[in-house]
T-cell receptor, first 115, second 114 residues
Framework: NAGVMQNPRHLVRRRGQEARLRCSPM?????VYWYRQLPEEGLKFMVY????????ESGMPKERFSAEFPKEGPSILRIQQVVRGDSAAYFC?????????????FGPGTRLTVL | AQSVTQPDIHITVSEGASLELRCNYS??????LFWYVQSPGQGLQLLLK??????LVQGIKGFEAEFKRSQSSFNLRKPSVHWSDAAEYFC????????????FGQGTTLQVKP
């Protein structure tokens, strides 16, 4: 069973460009979480999605950031008009259930650098 | 508000020595507690978790953690550290309710001296 897959692993963008980060959850998992890790900090929750639904986006910045998890295909985290402060590692996690005790399995992350 | 504090940013121990990483949480309800490890450039791997029952939890790689409700703590321990344990360790709280989001501490970086 393949783990959580994220691509690209590294992404470089210039200020003002768009960044698209992809996450394929583990097989059989229908719950996806996105976290952001700024340098020298822990992970901060951004958004929780199920297929075709955003369940909790309380950690998403109000502007420029959006997320989706379509019926078919990977979950996408989209950052429009990137700024240098968006440089971070973005991690996706998946779980089979949404119980708070359930384990979230993390992908290797996408490291975004904004020039 | 819910929060997780890992008081030690960096810890250095000698190989073979014992290890304890501290974690304190602030959460009004019954917490679900996790320890993850992150190697450089990698994602997070679950070491162990607590959500009910025995307050001493065994995990992978010889790690264990003890939940102490009176101290709001969930400290991670290992009796004998190996050089391969050098990594960053994160404590996290899972919240009850409809969301399964995790609240992470800022992490503790472990260095192992030969």
């Amino acid at each position: 069973n393949a783990g959580v897959m994220q691509n690209p692993r590294h992404l470089v963008r210039r200020r003002g460009q768009e960044a698209r980060l992809r996450c394929s959850p583990m097989k059989g998992h229908s719950h996806v979480y996105w976290y952001r890790q700024l340098p020298e900090e822990g992970l901060k929750f951004m958004v929780y999605l199920q297929k075709e639904n955003i369940i909790d986006e309380s950690g998403m910045p109000k502007e420029r950031f959006s997320a989706e998890f379509p019926k078919e295909g990977p979950s996408i985290l989209r950052i429009q008009q990137v700024v240098r402060g968006d440089s971070a590692a973005y991690f996706c996690a998946s779980s089979p259930l949404r119980e708070p005790s359930d384990t979230q399995y993390f992908g290797p992350g996408t490291r975004l650098t904004v020039l | 508000a819910q929060s997780v504090t890992q008081p030690d940013i960096h810890i250095t121990v000698s190989e073979g020595a014992s290890l304890e990483l501290r974690c304190n949480y602030s959460y009004g309800a019954t917490p679900y507690l996790f320890w993850y490890v992150q190697s450089p450039g990698q994602g997070l791997q679950l070491l162990l978790k607590y959500f009910s029952g025995d307050t001493l939890v065994q995990g992978i790689k010889g790690f264990e953690a003890e939940f102490k409700r009176s101290q709001s703590s969930f400290n991670l321990r290992k009796p004998s550290v190996h050089w391969s344990d050098a990594a960053e360790y994160f404590c996290a709280v899972g919240l009850s309710g409809n969301t399964g989001k995790l609240i992470f501490g800022q992490g503790t970086t472990l260095q192992v001296k030969p």
